[in-house]
């Protein structure tokens, strides 16, 4: 392996880079040389030499990584550890990270697909059966039984018992105690027992962040967001064409889609004002943005005051902060910055 010191290929996609640290308690960064993806440290070391053809959500959870072998259409999915040895065989058709000591996995026989969830030695607590299934959430997994147009969904726990009835049309997994579910076109939030606990009229509604709910008035071209409580009381009126979670206490949102974004409180107030063509969620402080339109972006970091803290200069970032550093693209190189926005080379 070469001693001298290189900036290289990073991982830089559409998914947030997520870390870990491994069994030496040093924090892990994935990265990608010549087409296979590996882990480095904080320092920029390679810690899991990269000779995999693909990784799950770029991060650990719960010490393992999902990992695949092959190409996209016909590779299969297993987990590595933190050292990089493969502890679960690459079997999988498609899988879920780690939660809550259970992954969700799917094989797929003549097109058809079944799911279930496997423990962390790779053997299967709850065999494939299911239509559809995502990981545990707050001791429960959303499942689906049916094709794809007319499924219903429910939860189950983790012996595989079915605890709330297959009856939704749309449902998404527990969150702060509640989860969004959709029945005969009423949407609603039920409790761990399946009860509705919460009915709205709305047309979008979305998963409990921080104490708050984004809702949704109108068609796909004309939605209005707005945000309720977890007892189902509208805080924030429905008003913006655009609005993403609370994350740090703080949340993107748009009046219209031809003006610029800014910032929220949880009470709906204005704490950075709108002047960003594209901004994202809070981690760690800071926050990517950018003044320019679509398509043209230059991506920076702003801190919780609006303050610019990073230059806008980067064509691609990911999306927040994590241990740290964040990764950032520019022309067809990518790299790891950290919150100065030093860069952090490669050492291999």
């Known amino acids: 392996m070469k001693t001298s010191n290189h900036t290289i290929f990073l991982l830089l996609s559409i998914v947030m880079a997520f870390t870990s640290c491994n069994s030496n308690g040093q924090v892990l960064f994935p990265a990608s040389i010549n087409g296979k993806y590996g882990f480095i440290n904080e320092t920029g070391k390679i810690v899991i030499e990269p000779k995999f053809d693909l990784i799950h959500s770029s991060r650990f959870s719960e010490d393992l990584c999902a990992i695949k072998i092959g190409d996209w259409r016909n590779g299969k999915w ?15 058709d498609h899988v879920e990270e780690f939660s809550e ?8 026989n003549d097109s058809i697909k079944k799911y279930g969830f496997i423990n962390m030695s790779g053997n299967y607590v709850i065999n494939p059966q299911f239509d559809f299934a995502f990981s545990f959430s707050e001791g429960l997994a959303l499942i689906g039984i049916g094709d794809e147009d007319n499924m219903k969904y429910g939860y189950i726990d983790k012996s595989g018992k079915i605890v709330i009835e297959p009856l939704f049309d749309k449902a998404d997994i527990f969150s702060e105690g509640l ?3 959709e029945l005969d076109k009423q949407k609603g939030y039920i409790d761990k027992t399946g009860k509705m606990v919460i009915t709205i009229q709305c047309d979008a509604n979305c998963r409990f962040n921080e104490g708050r709910a984004r809702i949704g008035i109108g068609g796909f071209l004309d939605i209005k967001w707005g945000f309720i409580d977890n007892t189902g009381k509208v805080i ?5 064409e655009d609005a993403d979670d609370f994350s740090e206490g703080l949340a993107e949102v748009r009046i219209n889609y031809d003006d610029k974004c800014g910032y929220i409180d949880r009470d709906g107030n204005w704490v950075i004002s709108p002047q960003f063509e594209v ?9 990517a943005i950018s003044f320019n339109k679509r398509g043209e972006e230059k991506f920076g970091f702003i801190d919780k005051t609006g303050n610019i803290v990073i230059v806008p200069e980067y064509d691609n970032v990911d999306l927040r902060f994590l241990n740290g550093l964040a990764m950032v693209g520019l022309g067809h190189s990518g790299y790891y910055i950290d919150r100065k926005g030093n860069t952090i080379n490669i050492h291999y």
């Open 101 to 108: 000591g259970l992954a969700c996995v799917m094989i797929e």
């Open 179 to 181: 989860a969004a579910v």
């Open 78 to 92: 297993g987990f590595i550890d933190k050292n990089g040895s493969i502890v679960i065989k690459p079997l999988f």
């Open 236 to 240: 924030i009126p429905p008003q913006f």
């Open 279 to 287: 901004a994202y969620r809070f981690s760690e402080g800071l926050a």
